[in-house]
């Protein structure tokens, strides 16, 4: 499920990159937390596949401005329905029935009715003067009184937030929805009722959701700010908010768990990125590409190159490992130099990497080209970090290092900090991940007799295939293909059970995920393939090691002797990366055609009865995808189930599948 956080006009840039980075380190695995424009709000039919909605901190009138009228009604359903809403300073003002901001200043006033209406009363501030629009100067490190009492996980009895112009909760204490969390514990320079407790963050009950508004900032962090000599003062309200940094996380983990949403326990923060370890089947190959990338990136500074989106420092051996000093605190990983060292004398040591074998996977590589009878180059140059950005970022998003990559290049990461999905979906995934992209190099006249759209298709097909020919009895692990390219796995609780037919239960959960991301250079194709697979982490839905062991367990109870190993993810990517490479030599000259049959033995879809909500709710029943470009074919069906004699043909990133329901609409 995602986690949307508004970005747009009455937001401020800051407030909006603090609320990605704590949301992100508290909410991942489970949500998919990332940005978004006020057009997707108003326009996208995002609600079905989202938790939580944030609004941060920045300007209420232009919130006003924004949503006021149909798209308010729209997040008024979205939480009323069972949504979950986060309103952060000035989204705590506009979420509220009334707003009242430095009234009686004529050149700060903001005042009125407001239409959301999710706190029924009055936030009133600023809390405490001196704000000014776009500044630190009139920023505080707050300290607020939490009501251990409905925050009974969160031990300390204050916390510090950072402040920067929020309001308080008028006689919050009163209004039968509305639970207080925390109060401002120094007197507020405006006025609450003779009765109120200057509610700082409260909580409200909004038909079946929540809204979460707050006056402080909870989920500003100390390592995202920065001293500044025009704000005197500035660092001291840093050094504040860092020495009680922990507290701050701990109180906002006890908030989003009393909101409703599962939360990451883990204290530390987004882990910093590790050296990125260039290794190949030939090692001297390694330093050959360096030597491309010297030649034609050309240094900046001693031995950092620009790949375009990011830097990269480069390392011709790994002696230079003894120079290299990881940095302490917080970094930003979109701009952190990354490092690369080329293993032109053999693998570093397993200490350095102890998620990832670098001989078990050359190993297995090298047998599975050998059985396959193929000259492999999936693979045969791969570097490998624990903590990456996002394997295919570091491609995709680099043209000029891109352009000194040869064919089949791959990047795997067991973290990802930016991970990124289609429909622009980001994460930070936990280890157990297969994380991994390739690089397909495909000549534009090529192209028409082998379409790139299916490179998503056979990249699913080949990590399916990988698990069902991992080893003896592998095919009976229960994993199906959902259109257009993600893996789903039967649930461990439906192991050994008769499914239910003709349900909306969920059955399966999707363990896999691709994405293709293009680029033409020189008159080619270069193509960057990402994938990522749950292999053994149990977050957010299931892993396939987790429906090994209840196949295993199943298997015991029942007296039936079978039993499989835990998938090990150096095997399973050295089978994925043979197995794509001999598919992809085969569509590169032949299409998709050859593969048509397979991919039906893989997916979910023959004959089922679906709802297209883009035709009128057509009911319709689903024969294939075409050959050409890989739409969905479906056949429209009366309510008897005879064909009209209309057929559908549905693009693949342009519509979302809802399997269970039977839904397909517009993709977000």
Known sequence: MNVLVYSGQGTTPESVKHCLETFRLLLSPYYSVTNVSASTIIDQPWESKTSLLVIPGGADLPLCRAFNGEPNRKIDRFVRRGGKFIGLCSGGYYASHRCEFEVGDPSMEVSGTRELGFFPGTCR??????????????????????????????????????????????????????????????????????????????????????????????????????????????????????????????????????????????????????????????????????????????????????????????????KDLALFHQKQGYEDPELAIKEIFACAEGYPDRRLTPYFNFDYFHDELNKAYQNLGIHGEFGRLLMYGEVVTSTSILMD????????????????????????????????????VLAVSTLHKLPLPSAQRSPIVFLQYLSAMAFTKAIWEYGEGYSEVPLRIKWP???????????????????????????????????????????????????????????????????????????????????????????????????????RDQGFRPFIDSYYQMWFHSNQIVHILSEGNARAQIVGITPDWGLLLAREIDSNDKPTGTMYELQPDGNSFDMFRGLISKKQ
């Open 125 to 318: 501030g600023c809390a405490y003067k001196g704000f000014s629009y776009g500044s630190d100067i009139g920023a505080k490190a707050v300290e607020v009184s939490v009501n251990q009492q409905s925050l009974p996980g969160f031990k300390d009895s204050t916390v510090f937030n950072y402040y920067n112009g929020g309001g308080l909760f008028v006689n919050a204490q009163s209004y039968s929805n509305t639970e207080v969390l925390a109060s401002y514990s120094e007197q507020a320079d405006v006025l609450d009722s003779p009765e109120g407790n200057q509610a700082a963050v409260v909580l409200c009950s909004v038909g079946r959701g929540k809204a979460l508004l707050a006056g402080t900032h909870p989920e500003f962090t100390p390592d995202l700010l920065q001293e500044s000599a025009e704000v005197p003062g500035f660092s001291e309200v840093i050094k504040t908010l860092r020495n009680h940094n922990g507290q701050r996380l701990a109180f906002l983990r006890a908030c989003l768990k009393k909101l409703g949403l599962q939360v990451n326990e883990s204290d530390t923060s987004r882990p910093s990125l590790t050296p990125l370890y260039l290794t190949g089947m030939n090692p001297p190959e390694t330093s050959a590409l360096i030597d491309t990338m010297e030649k034609n990136m050309g240094y900046e500074i001693q031995n950092v190159v620009n790949g375009g989106n990011d830097k990269f420092s480069l390392h011709r051996s790994l």
């Open 397 to 432: 998003s680099n043209i000029r290092l891109l352009q000194c990559l040869p064919n089949g290049f791959t990047i795997h990461g067991t973290v990802q900090v930016c991970g990124k999905g289609r429909s622009g979906n980001y994460w930070v995934n936990p280890p157990g």
């Open 485 to 587: 390219n993600d893996i789903y796995i039967l649930l461990p609780d439906y192991i050994g059970k008769n499914l239910p037919k003709n349900s909306t239960e969920a059955t399966h959960a999707k363990v896999g995920g691709i994405i293709v991301n293009a680029n033409v250079i020189d008159d080619n194709y270069y193509l960057v393939v990402g994938s990522g697979l749950n292999v053994s982490n149990a977050a957010p839905t299931t892993s396939i090691n987790m429906v090994i062991d209840a196949m295993n367990k199943y298997w015991q109870e029942k007296g039936i002797n079978k039993h499989l190993d835990r998938i090990k993810i150096e095997k399973l990517l050295a089978k994925y990366l043979s197995i794509f490479n001999s598919m992809f030599n085969v569509f």
